[in-house]
């Protein structure tokens, strides 16, 4: 079972707040919504959880949790962020939303909400048949343009394409006033295209980060694609943590990371790199070469402690040389093949790469903030 965090609960409200809204008293049940059916690619839990870690009965070595559980960790967390969005709209799907319109609802937080649904619209560079805006009525912009918005989703319905940005802290003022900065996009193709049968990209930026000293790993931004090709998926990207820090005193890491699934066995593998944050550079050579997980912990080590046999320290981290492989159960163990059934996923991912550090580090996302407005023009 997937572990439960602030963007499961957020889920879950969601799905509650909407079943307390009444119908729009102008639909024929008779019409067909014209919201989505889906708008997320499901990841294999085996990269998607908390992963265990498989114990070493004859020497001491470093165990995958210190860097394969936060990546799960990590992508469990962009995957949560899709599926927010998709609750949202399997709940408004019995309201057979089927042209423009507006209504009202009281959110879980008792806070009044409206959502406004237009047709023909534009939003980054692109011309989309519908969007949809839900803003939080009782917060004011003041200074700030669409500080008030909780989500914005943008679609066309053939081929099924769009885009969806959030904000939890408006959809629950109560629970997550905590996460007023932090916002999420999740773009999503539901038709073949980039090589893939259907496919996602979440972003995540100016997420609360937590006390360092409590826990020096919080996520500050992540950038993550995920596309199926049949029983596959491959999952690339990038999470920020301007805190993080291993043996030296040197903070700020991205964790680069690539990795492929097959649904069908729920087994996977992936390698990650452990660049600097704001390091300015895309080669995947670079960010999962020069900078895998491997490589930065044996200078990190051997820099803090320059005394010890560079052998020693290659036993004791040779639990981490990629790539990762995962199964059910989580993380089995780096660099040693468990079984042939893995050869497809390690050929998959040798062709896949993360984003540049830098780009993740500064990433920042808005809000079309004129699109409540269109009703009226």
Request: with cysteine.
């Amino acid at each position: 079972m997937k572990r439960v965090s602030f963007l499961t609960a957020a889920m879950m409200s969601v799905m509650l707040i909407f079943t307390a809204c009444e119908k729009n008293p102008v639909l024929n049940d008779q019409d067909e919504s014209i919201l989505p059916q889906s708008f997320k690619v499901d990841i294999p839990d085996a990269i998607s959880r908390e992963a265990s870690t498989k114990k070493s009965a004859t020497v001491d070595t470093l165990k995958g949790d210190m860097v394969y559980l936060h990546l799960v960790t990590f992508i469990n967390i962009g995957e949560e962020a899709a599926d927010i969005v998709q609750a949202i709209i399997e709940s408004l799907q019995e309201y057979q939303i089927n042209h423009e319109m507006s209504f009202t609802y009281t959110g879980d937080d008792g806070r009044t909400k409206q959502v406004v649904v237009v047709a023909n619209t534009s939003y980054d560079d692109r011309q989309w048949e519908f969007g949809m805006t839900i803003t939080d009525t009782e917060t004011e912009d003041g200074d700030s343009a669409g500080a008030n918005i909780a989500l914005q989703l943008f679609w066309n319905r053939q081929p099924v394409e769009g885009v969806a940005l959030l904000c939890p802290a408006n959809l629950d003022r109560e629970h997550y006033a905590y996460m007023e900065e932090a916002m999420f996009r999740i773009d999503y193709t539901g038709h073949p295209s980039r090589g893939y049968d259907a496919w996602m990209m979440v972003q995540a930026a100016d997420l609360p980060m937590a006390n360092p000293l409590v826990d020096p790993y919080s996520m500050h931004a992540l950038k993550m694609f995920v596309g199926k090709k049949g029983d596959f998926v491959d999952v690339y990207g990038n999470s920020d943590h301007p805190n993080a820090r291993f043996f030296t005193m040197q903070t700020g890491f991205n964790w680069a990371f690539v990795a492929s699934g097959q649904d069908s066995t729920d087994i996977a593998c992936a390698e990650v790199g452990l660049p600097p944050s704001d390091l300015d550079e895309p080669s995947r050579d670079v960010l999962l070469g020069t900078y895998s997980v491997y490589n930065v912990l044996m200078r990190e080590i051997m820099q803090k402690w320059p005394m010890l046999d560079s052998s020693v320290v290659a036993t004791y981290l040779q639990n981490i040389r990629p790539p990762a492989y995962f199964d059910k159960h989580g993380f089995l163990g780096g660099g040693e093949m468990p079984g042939p059934e893995w050869n497809a996923l390690v050929d998959r991912i040798r062709v896949l790469a993360p984003y540049n550090p830098k780009e993740i580090h500064h990433l920042k996302l808005y809000f079309k903030v004129e699109a409540g407005a269109e009703m009226n023009d």
